[in-house]
């Protein structure tokens, strides 16, 4: 029996119900925000200054040629292999503590599509891909500003950044990628404003998720003077 078994596993349940709260919550609150930006006055906002803002951000030198390299970072294939690069550093930095790295970041890799998916459903009650609030390319919000924030705030904290860092690495990146699609003109403006703090919130369970994880893998097995004195 482990000394911890009595206070740990109760903790591991009170962190899986944190992340089904916050989950529940995120979404809730991803909706009711892709409801108002498909009210009128909102529409129609966007419609009279998308073509003037696009113009502005396209007109700065280099920008534009930038954002086209630059928007392959939210693009579903790089975001699996910057996956992939996470766990071979996971299992580098982190070694027999790699466990729950690598599931979080499989967790990463196989839910964030669905999730945004989801709200995108949700918000639209058809289809992921119906133009109810679409800019140029993709319904509300856009999945890859989405993914980015929560890849490299993940990538962050497997670095053993501290909480502030984490925070920051993952709102530059979620912004920078939000700008590029802005100046290529794929989202309204307020889609990719929506993107970064929906992509924070699921960094966040992703970070719980693996505390959770490392905290039920601790508790899992077997304690050293256990093993080492069996009944």
Same mark, same amino acid.
């Given at each position: 029996?482990?000394?911890?078994?009595?206070?740990?596993?109760?903790?591991?349940?009170?962190?899986?119900?944190?992340?089904?709260?916050?989950?529940?919550?995120?979404?809730?609150?991803?909706?009711?925000?892709?409801?108002?930006?498909?009210?009128?006055?909102?529409?129609?906002?966007?419609?009279?200054?998308?073509?003037?803002?696009?113009?502005?951000?396209?007109?700065?030198?280099?920008?534009?040629?930038?954002?086209?390299?630059?928007?392959?970072?939210?693009? !579903?294939?790089?975001?699996?292999?910057?996956?992939?690069? %996470?766990?071979? &550093? #996971?299992? =580098?930095?982190?070694?027999? *503590? @790699? /466990?729950?790295?690598?599931?979080?970041?499989?967790?990463?890799?196989?839910?964030?599509?669905?999730?945004?998916?989801?709200?995108?459903?949700?918000?639209?009650?058809?289809?992921?891909?119906?133009?109810?609030?679409?800019?140029?390319?993709?319904?509300?919000?856009?999945?890859?500003?989405?993914?980015?924030?929560?890849?490299?705030?993940?990538?962050?904290?497997?670095?053993?950044?501290?909480?502030?860092?984490?925070?920051?690495?993952?709102?530059?990146?979620?912004?920078?990628?939000?700008? !590029?699609?802005?100046?290529?003109?794929?989202?309204?403006? %307020?889609?990719? &404003? #929506?993107? =970064?703090?929906?992509?924070? *919130? @699921? /960094?966040?369970?992703?970070?719980?998720?693996?505390?959770?994880?490392?905290?039920?893998?601790?508790?899992?097995?077997?304690?050293?003077?256990?093993?080492?004195?069996?009944?």
């Amino acid at each position: 029996m482990h000394p911890t078994t009595s206070t740990g596993w109760p903790a591991v349940a009170k962190g899986v119900r944190s992340i089904v709260l916050l989950a529940v919550a995120t979404v809730l609150v991803s909706v009711a925000v892709g409801k108002v930006f498909a009210w009128s006055p909102v529409q129609n906002w966007h419609d009279a200054t998308f073509d003037s803002i696009v113009d502005s951000l396209q007109s700065i030198p280099l920008l534009l040629g930038a954002s086209g390299f630059l928007t392959d970072a939210g693009h !579903t294939t790089v975001n699996f292999l910057m996956l992939l690069a %996470l766990a071979v &550093v #996971a299992l =580098v930095v982190k070694k027999t *503590a @790699a /466990l729950p790295w690598l599931l979080t970041l499989a967790a990463v890799a196989f839910v964030l599509r669905p999730f945004q998916s989801l709200i995108t459903v949700m918000v639209d009650g058809t289809t992921p891909q119906s133009s109810l609030i679409e800019g140029t390319a993709g319904p509300y919000f856009s999945g890859g500003v989405f993914r980015v924030t929560v890849i490299f705030g993940v990538g962050a904290a497997l670095l053993g950044l501290s909480k502030g860092s984490i925070l920051l690495v993952a709102l530059v990146a979620g912004s920078l990628e939000g700008l !590029t699609r802005m100046v290529l003109g794929r989202h309204w403006p %307020l889609d990719i &404003v #929506a993107s =970064v703090p929906i992509g924070l *919130a @699921a /960094l966040g369970l992703a970070l719980l998720c693996e505390q959770t994880i490392r905290e039920a893998v601790a508790l899992a097995r077997p304690s050293r003077s256990f093993s080492e004195n069996p009944i």
